[in-house]
């Protein structure tokens, strides 16, 4: 990659936040419009700006042998659009739900490690490469990102309950150890209930008994005070189950992303790229509708409603998805698919994370901790291994 070429790295940072705002804004209108509605208009945007350039670029299709691209074409690579349609529907969905950053971390995870067994093995359009050592350590640290933003806190929560547990009965033990060991005579032997005997040589002389003083019982009073306090696991309410549940279905939409990449690929050399981003986005669009046939007859949209409370600015989120699309297109071969790709990935964590933590563009905020930063710094890692040692 020349000098030139290497500022063309900031496009996919940009691309990389464009997608991530695309997602939040399009959540918001699904608030409003529903979810399928909100698919609807994000799509249909992008398909015009798609047939636009598609028109331009091929001379109204006639340089084009359709034909011949055809027959060289596999049947499965026509279902790219409709995966598409999964991820954006998905997205709108799950966002509001689970957050911007916990979506796309899970996604991206899961189009990293499946990128790798789709290069092992060709799968998908995509040509056979053996995995590096640089890129299965990348792909790990990745993994391990992910799940440390989404289980640190449970397992520090689990780890402190544990070594507080522990101190409790260290502190009981102490307190046994402790007691004071006395000689009595027979006579003023105590209760068996207070003291212990210990020594059994003393038997042979009734009147003298080596005994251990018990601790007292503490009473209901100043079991408090005296007992050192300890701290019960935390359990999470039934929400945040549901919550991680739910990750799997932005990690299914991840590889259906990755296996729409590889589609599109080979429909693009066939047909060429423009027609080949026109006609997934076409497909993902018929997807929705049949989605959104199925929303307006359980409940009309109010279109006034609609018209009347969504900001002018969720309506540029077709825009941004477009801009995705064709940048991907034009931009993947010249620099790279791995930078393309590992520099989408990093700004779409980052940017995520920022909207997630201030609660911008409608989003519930979902403040970042140290355990939570930790991991998407780990994250990031793993991705720049994977881009550059690829």
């Known amino acids: 990659m020349s000098s030139a070429e290497s500022w063309l790295v900031i496009v996919p940072a940009l691309v990389g936040c464009a997608m991530t705002i695309q997602g939040a804004l399009t959540a918001k209108l699904g608030a409003i419009g529903g979810k399928a509605f909100s698919s ?3 799509l249909f945007q992008a398909t015009l700006l798609a047939l636009a350039s598609f028109l331009i670029q091929s001379h109204g299709g006639s340089s084009i042998d359709f034909a011949h691209a055809a027959s060289q074409t596999p049947w499965w690579c026509y279902l790219g659009g409709v995966l598409g349609g999964y991820y954006v529907f998905s997205m709108i969905v799950l966002l509001p739900r689970i ?4 979506f796309f971390i899970a996604s991206i995870t ?8 789709f290069d092992s093995f060709a799968i998908a359009g995509f040509s056979q490469r053996s995995v590096t050592p640089g890129r299965a350590a990348g792909i790990a640290l990745v993994f391990l990102g992910c799940v440390v933003v989404n289980f640190g806190t449970d397992i520090a929560t689990w780890i402190g309950a544990i070594m507080a547990n522990y101190r409790s009965v260290q502190s009981q033990e102490e307190a046994v150890s402790a007691v004071r060991l006395q000689n009595v005579t ?11 005997i210990t020594d059994a040589s003393n038997a042979s002389a009734p009147d003298f008994y080596t005994v251990v003083k018990l601790p007292e019982p503490a009473s209901a009073d100043t079991t ?3 007992q050192p306090p300890v701290v019960p696991i935390v359990r999470q309410p039934s929400s945040r189950k549901s919550d991680l549940i739910l990750l799997i279905f932005p990690m299914i939409a ?3 992303l990755l296996v729409q990449a590889g589609m599109n690929g080979t429909l693009g050399a066939n047909y060429g790229y423009p027609f080949a981003s026109f006609f997934s986005l076409s497909t ?4 929705v509708l049949i989605l959104y046939a199925h929303e307006y007859y359980m409940k009309p949209t109010d279109f006034r409603r609609v018209w009347r409370e969504t900001p002018w600015w969720c309506y540029i989120a077709g825009i941004l998805s477009f801009c995705y699309v064709f940048s991907s297109t034009t931009l993947a071969t010249r620099l790279g698919a791995a930078v393309f790709l590992g520099t989408v990935m990093a700004t779409q964590v980052i940017c995520a994370t920022i909207l997630d933590h201030f609660g911008v563009l409608g989003l519930q905020a979902k403040r970042l901790d140290w355990m939570k930063a930790a991991g998407i710094l780990v994250l990031l890692v793993g991705v720049v291994l994977n881009t550059v040692l690829r």
């Open 40 to 42: 609807c208009v994000v």
């Open 99 to 102: 957050g911007v950053a916990l």
């Open 110 to 117: 899961l189009q990293l490690i499946s990128s790798a067994l």
């Open 186 to 196: 027979n006579e003023e032997l105590p209760r068996h209930d207070d003291f212990l």
């Open 224 to 226: 408090e005070a005296t």
């Open 254 to 256: 991840g590889i259906f």
């Open 284 to 287: 993902s669009l018929v997807t």
